[in-house]
């Protein structure tokens, strides 16, 4: 079996470059909780916007939710900013199946209806279930099923990659 080496940091400071060519002047970052937030966090910093990031939660709106439940959710939807009218850039860590981007995105229109929305991501790694596309990817992998690609992060805010094996 073939070992996937990615390199968190070098694809985040793809992301940076790409999200800075997504986001209008006014345009505001939201993160899909918890690798998505992450991002959103720390591209807010790095692209010296005003206020902080969103966070959104998938936990109310998934499709699972009757089998899962708020178990293991750990994050609830922040946003500081006004949704209506505005342009925002929705950050995830790894694109797959396209499920938690539709409850996300479910989960923003709660909030209000913004003008647009992008989608950036770390990793594109195929596999959609919905007919869900990123604006930008950083890079795109293959990985079998039984494999799950996650974004860590230390405490020291650096960013790494997790494989692992699906139960």
């Known amino acids: 079996m073939t070992q996937l080496a990615l390199d968190a940091e070098a ?4 992301l940076l470059r790409g999200v800075r ?5 006014d345009g505001r970052l939201a993160g899909v909780a918890s690798g998505g937030a ?3 966090q ?4 790095d692209l010296g916007l005003p206020g902080s990031a969103g966070t959104l939660s998938s936990a109310m709106h998934r499709d699972d939710f009757a089998q899962r439940g708020l178990a293991g959710t750990g994050s609830q939807t922040q946003l500081g900013f006004d949704v209506n009218g505005a342009h925002i850039v929705l950050l995830d860590d790894v694109l797959y199946t396209g499920r938690t ?10 909030y209000g209806r913004p003008a647009g929305v992008k989608l950036a991501v770390l990793v594109d790694r195929g596999g959609r ?7 930008f ?7 079998p099923e039984s494999q799950s690609l996650a974004l860590a992060r230390s405490d020291a805010g650096v960013f790494s990659f997790r494989v692992e094996g699906r139960a």
């Open 21 to 25: 060519g997504l986001l209008p002047p």
């Open 42 to 45: 720390r591209l807010q910093q």
């Open 137 to 143: 990817a950083a890079a795109r992998v293959a990985l």
């Open 11 to 14: 694809l985040y400071r793809e």
């Open 101 to 110: 981007i539709r409850a996300v995105l479910n989960e923003l229109f709660d």
């Open 38 to 40: 992450w991002l959103a």
């Open 129 to 135: 279930e919905l007919p869900v596309q990123a604006d």
